[in-house]
């Protein structure tokens, strides 16, 4: 009778409650007798479509991202490694070696050619996505960089500081990609800079910090133009719609704000997780925000 109403639950996408009721579903204890037949096993392929699993990190895993065109999959480690893998047949083709510290975050051009890498060590490694080789190292942060992203045309590099029990650099600095130079350092956070984000259009940058807030910078003057303070816990995820106009924040308060990225207007509190909200991000579209959390789970709004 349970497995007759998930058909229901899928049918409406409440995936919520079709686990629940898979989960009332087993045996209660050990030696209980299991009363599952193959339904109960078809609902929960179909609730965990894990298409595959890429293995090949030394520890674990701490960003993600895949190139432009889907064929490939770049992934960094607490190890120091970044690692390459073929999104259709899951093996590995290339292992980036080079950082002495974790890899805090992992980014690819936008053309697909080259990777770049933020890590522990206090340096911004570029790579060729090719051949796998280190074409760059950026060196001006005093302290571990927590992310770092490339600009939409390419042409820059924008990555944020973090600070240590003995040194702060809770700044952000914007890279020539070509040369490696650093043209720009952004002060005005007074805690580590956890996330970065750039404008579709390249002219804005949105940072996130551990100091509460988020904040909105010119790219060509290197001026802070916005600041929001709403949140009560400190800011870890940052991201701009596709259309420019608004910019979402996640706090470790366990909340979303989405914001007009012109104003700097809170236009909507989002309040759900149980636990601090980790990432967010818009859809292609602009019209969803998906989220994830702490409390193990994603949700979408």
């Not at 702060?168 to 600095?173: C, I, M």
Request: aromatic share 8%.
């Amino acid at each position: 009778a349970q497995m007759s109403l998930a058909q229901a639950d899928w049918d409406v996408s409440n995936i919520a409650r079709l686990l629940d009721r898979l989960e009332r579903t087993l045996p209660a204890n050990t030696g209980d007798t299991d009363f599952r037949g193959f339904e109960w096993h078809y609902w929960n392929r179909l609730c965990h479509p894990d298409a595959r699993t890429l293995r090949g990190h030394g520890g674990f895993v701490t960003s993600v991202a895949f190139s432009p065109d889907g064929h490939w999959i770049v992934g960094g480690c607490s190890d120091g490694a970044v690692m390459v893998w073929n999104a259709g047949t899951s093996a590995d083709t290339l292992t980036l070696k080079g950082h002495e510290g974790r890899v805090s975050s992992v980014a690819v051009s936008s053309d697909g050619r080259r990777i770049v890498s933020s890590s522990y060590d206090h340096t911004v490694k570029i790579w060729d996505a090719g051949t796998g080789n280190e074409t760059l190292t950026l060196k001006g942060h005093r302290c571990p960089v927590f992310c770092a992203t490339f600009s939409p045309d390419g042409r820059w590099i924008l990555s944020g500081g973090g600070g240590t029990a003995n040194a702060q650099d809770f700044t952000l600095k914007l890279w020539q990609a070509d040369t490696g130079v650093e043209s720009l350092t952004l002060s005005g956070h007074q805690g580590s800079v956890q996330s970065v984000a750039f404008s579709p259009d390249g002219s804005r940058i949105v940072s996130g910090s551990l100091d509460r807030t988020a904040k909105v910078w010119n790219v060509e003057t290197g001026t802070e133009t916005l600041t929001f303070d709403g949140h009560r816990g400190h800011v870890v995820s940052v991201a701009f719609s596709p259309d420019g106009h608004r910019i979402v924040s996640g706090s470790r308060d366990r909340t979303l704000s989405v914001w007009n990225a012109e104003s700097g207007v809170e236009l909507l509190k989002l309040d759900g997780h149980n636990s601090y909200v980790t990432s967010a991000a818009f859809s292609p579209d602009g019209s969803q925000i998906v989220t994830g959390s702490e409390d193990s789970c994603v949700k979408v709004w």
